[in-house]
């Protein structure tokens, strides 16, 4: 499994920052951004547990069904699951294969690194645009859940497409801080 540490400068990796002031302050931001959210899907994570444990404690002790409660909890787990992802890739920890990360030299591990972070960048960016069309979709033809609670499609929707837009732009500072030759400065952090 390969996190972008095998890259390792001696350096932790939020140290690097790139040379383009504008792009380090785009990270800037999105670091910001990306911590606010965190801690949001953190809520929405124990609001989830919350709303199951009652959901299991009304039917058991007083066998009244409810009927909103899955798609509540798959809602709020789709949004923390998609909006945490731009955070997770700001610490490199997605999975990914070291195979080949082991056996090739640094200079070939550098560029294949690049190239990952580049079509990586490409597939979120395609993966976001599917999903703001399945949003407008949802959106202007006022789609529901099929269950008798029946939530707007768009909540889910809206979601995926801001938490894959989010990893997509943190794909492309990434990139664009290793295709810039990223400055490695000891007095942040």
Sequence with gaps: M???????TGVPAEIKRPKNAVVAALLAALD????LVLRLSMLALVLTSCVLTYSVLTRYLFKVATDWQDEASVFMLVGATFMCTAY???QRGHIG????ASILPDSVNKVRAVLVDVVSTAFCVFFSWKSWALFHEAW??????S???????????????VGMSLLAIQ????????LTGGEVRGDQK
């Design 97 to 100: 294969i070291e195979a080949l």
């Design 88 to 90: 997770v890739q700001s």
């Design 2 to 8: 390969s996190h972008g540490f095998e890259l390792d």
């Design 171 to 178: 794909l492309f500072l990434q990139s664009a801080v290793q």
């Design 147 to 161: 269950s008798s609670f029946a939530p707007p499609l768009w909540i889910p929707y809206s979601l995926m497409a």
């Design 32 to 35: 910001a951004l990306n911590v």
């Design 140 to 145: 202007t033809e006022g789609q529901t859940t």
